[in-house]
């Protein structure tokens, strides 16, 4: 009983500390402890107090926005456990009526028709009568609640809400006085059409009730939209950008604009004549998911603002609507849109692929891209709309370089890049998204949600905001589609570290069990094991500020054809993922044929694709020395240029791995001083002897459910060293496939023997066939 009590004490000082804390500053600073508070409460047993709590909460968050409506319903959970708490009865009476604003939406009404027949007429009619009865049913309840906030906010001297509450009232009357007459009008109506004689009256009537009753739901959302809308109004272009995340350069870039043009507006009002306008064309470049659409429509909206153009209006338009399948259609396209956009702005999102490379005689993109030139320059439109290009920096640049004409009309001065977003300012953005859709990120969920992105914060295709509100939005689903059994309001508004967890694979693998199982390469086995030592001492050395040593990870395995440097790149990659350097862990193998091309520059461009696919792992490049080429009109060296330079751009991102032949690598790195400097860490794989290969036959054999006879272990061991086994790994699993087939033939002939053969077991038979073979075959 003494410990409860404790327990009760306890309670009541953090949640006095609480309250004292909001009665000196208006909100409580760190909410963390207090919604933690709540959760480890249960309302069945601690109703009072969840409610003292969710009330400090509510009003915390209100401090900072008036209008949350997370806070609201806070403080109708806290009222709901306690209908004594003064504190959120006074402060819910003022924002309350809110919640209201859906209460006529049943009040749905089917069209009716004088010529429809009876039966349709009969339908229509039964629907009136229920929808009128159901509302009616209902009302009485909201209109209590209506009354009694009413009380409460005359109790607290709320008088905006008073007066809200008695327009909501007035209104409310002369519906369901509307809904009754209607009721009765409906029921007539179905009567007259039932009986012999039918008239048009009763038609008339409810048609005239229905028209009435639709003019009060306009009034009755206008009490609730009308502030929304003075607040929107009252946000100019500038406010807008300002409330932009991030994007500080190009913020001041557009409020240059924006001062010069109204400069401008004041010269011609003080009657100067400007012979030279500025041109309103303007190209954004930036990575998806940076806001080039968001600052497109925000550039309109400054245009109309300044009365440079009549309309803040934007078409927005991609390759798929400008791009006609036959001649004469693009540039039927192309003039639709202009003329949609005249008064506006012309919004071409992904620019570039109007002109793809080395297109067809079919591909009418020069043709999309001398259509709106010529519409920009032309007496019919021109400069009667602004024309905003958008896409990637790099493809923008060339598609811009290999277009004279159109660049003409974009000066440098109107180019602008939005970046990339900062990890803090994905957060920010991502804490707008779950406000959005009336949840609290905690601050586990800011940790998880900035995880997540960083997991995904590969390379350029990253979405940025876009991405992010798809995490926010996977976390949602996540919360919604989990079973539970908790019905707390908390479980409603939160989103926490458990919303943002991405389930990992089943079959993710154990990269420490699966090297130490591999047959053979101790050295292989230990320099491996050193690497992953050293990452995992740096990184904790990071933790205790602590000065560490450049990690290189590249590293060149040298050695024969199947001696397992492939297996053991594979789990190098998941060991460094594991170790949280990286970020997908996957390993991409690769050779000459997948980087080398037929002419000059094209090398470069397959080098970056591949190695853009390989972000955030590790890039096997086999028989790496092969790059080096024969002839001096070789591209192999643009390959290697091309990847130190990437290399370099990408840092730890990415992981190079070179294989091949001791020798010929070693030539490779000497080529270039930059490959030199990256790799140094240098592992070489034996040969396997044949004792190893003994053993990666027998597991081999065994992941299949066969095994080898003591006899055919035997002989294996006599006839191995006498064997080339050139090939390691790849020789024996081929001698146990070639022993497996022959297996098969043996025993096919035991069955039409009657025989009942042993399925499983290779015998000294099956392999001797085997090596016999290999020799006639390999060895002349």
């Known amino acids: 009983m003494n410990t409860e009590k404790m327990k009760i004490n306890v309670r009541q000082h953090d949640i006095l500390s609480f309250e004292k804390e909001f009665a000196e500053n208006g909100f409580v600073k760190d909410e963390k402890p207090l919604l933690n508070k709540i959760q480890e409460l249960n309302e069945a047993q601690n109703p009072i107090e969840i409610s003292q709590l969710l009330t400090i909460a509510a009003l915390s968050r209100m401090h900072g926005n008036q209008k949350d409506t997370i806070a609201v319903a806070w403080l109708n959970k806290a009222i709901e456990l306690n209908s004594e708490n003064t504190m959120a009865l006074k402060y819910l009476s003022q924002y309350d009526w809110k919640n209201f604003s859906s209460l006529l939406e049943q009040l749905v009404f089917p069209n009716i028709r004088e010529t429809d027949n009876r039966t349709a007429k009969r339908k229509i009619a039964e629907q009136y009568i229920n929808n009128c009865r159901t509302f009616l049913e209902q009302i009485e309840e909201e209109v209590a609640h ?89 946000l100019s272009s500038l406010e807008e950008l300002e409330q932009m995340v991030g994007l500080d350069t190009v913020k001041k870039r557009v409020r240059d604009f924006y001062q010069f043009l109204s400069y401008q507006k004041s010269r011609k009002k003080l009657g100067f004549m400007i012979q030279d306008e500025l041109s309103l064309n303007m190209i954004f470049t930036g990575n998806p998911g940076t806001g080039k659409t968001t600052l497109a429509r925000l550039m309109a909206k400054i245009y109309h603002e300044l009365g440079v153009l ?66 920009m320059t032309g007496s019919e439109f021109g400069g009667k709309f602004a024309v905003i290009l958008a896409g990637y920096p790099e493809e923008m640049r060339q598609f811009l370089d290999g277009n004279h004409g159109l660049r003409s009309r974009f000066p440098a001065s109107n180019m602008i890049h939005l970046p990339d977003y900062t990890p803090n300012e994905l957060l920010a953005i991502g804490e707008r998204i779950v406000s959005a859709n009336d949840y609290v990120l905690t601050e586990d969920g800011k940790r998880a949600l900035l995880k997540r992105v960083e997991k995904e914060q590969v390379d350029e295709s990253f979405g940025n905001a876009r991405a992010v509100r798809n995490i926010v939005l996977d976390a949602i689903f996540s919360k919604g589609s989990r079973k539970s059994n908790d019905q707390e309001i908390l479980k409603y508004t939160l989103l926490q570290e458990s919303d943002f967890v991405c389930e990992e694979e089943n079959n993710s693998i154990d990269p420490a069990k699966e090297l130490n199982n591999l047959i053979g390469l101790a050295k292989v086995k230990e320099e491996i094991k050193k690497i992953i030592a050293f ?43 594991d170790c949280g350097i990286l970020k997908r862990g996957h390993l991409v193998v690769t050779s000459r044929a997948d980087f080398v091309a037929g002419y000059v520059g094209q090398s470069a461009i397959k080098t970056r694709k591949k190695i853009r696919e390989a972000l955030g792992g590790v890039l096997f490049i086999d028989e790496a020395y092969s790059l080096l080429g024969t002839s001096g009109q070789d591209f192999g060296k643009e390959v290697i240029d091309t990847l130190v330079m990437e290399m370099t751009n990408h840092n730890e991102n990415l992981v190079v791995i070179l294989a091949g032949y001791p020798n010929e690598t070693s030539a490779l790195l000497q080529s270039n001083p930059g490959l030199t400097s990256r790799f140094k860490k240098f592992i070489h794989f034996d040969d396997y002897s044949p004792a190893e290969l003994i053993e990666i036959m027998k597991m081999y054999a065994a992941n299949y459910d066969y095994a080898l006879s003591d006899e055919a272990i035997t002989m294996l061991e006599d006839q191995l060293p006498t064997v080339s086994t050139d090939g390691n790994g790849r020789f024996a699993t081929n001698i146990m496939d070639e022993a497996v087939q022959l297996q098969a033939l043996r025993l096919s002939d035991q069955l039409e023997q009657g025989i009942n053969p042993d399925v499983s077991t290779i015998s000294a038979d099956d392999i001797k066939y085997v090596l016999n073979g290999y020799r006639r075959k390999f060895e002349g």
């Open 535 to 577: 990452v995992k001492v740096q990184q904790l050395r990071q933790t205790k500020a602590k000065k560490n040593l450049p990690i290189q990870l590249h590293a060149v395995f040298t050695g024969n054809p199947g001696t397992g440097k492939t297996t053991v790149a594979k789990l190098y990659a998941q060991f460094l993922k």
């Open 146 to 234: 209506i009354k009694n906030q009413k009380k409460n906010a005359a109790l607290y001297e709320n008088k905006p809400a008073v007066a809200k509450y008695e327009e909501m009232e007035e209104t409310l009357g002369e519906v369901i006085e509307k809904t009754s007459a209607l009721l009765k009008s409906a029921e007539e109506y179905e009567e007259s059409i039932s009986g012999v004689f039918h008239t048009s009256i009763y038609y008339e009537s409810v048609k005239k009730l229905i028209e009435e009753l639709q003019e009060l739901k306009k009034e009755w959302t206008n009490l609730f939209i009308e502030e929304e809308q003075g607040d929107a109004a009252s």
């Open 310 to 375: 009549p309309s803040a209006e934007v078409v927005e338009t991609d390759r798929s609507q400008l791009i006609g399948g036959y001649m004469g259609q693009t540039e039927e396209n192309v003039r639709s849109v202009v003329k949609q956009a005249v008064g506006g702005v012309l919004f071409i999102d992904e620019a570039y692929s109007l002109k793809r490379e080395g297109q067809s005689g079919n591909d009418y993109g020069q043709t999309a891209i001398d259509t709106l030139v010529s519409l």
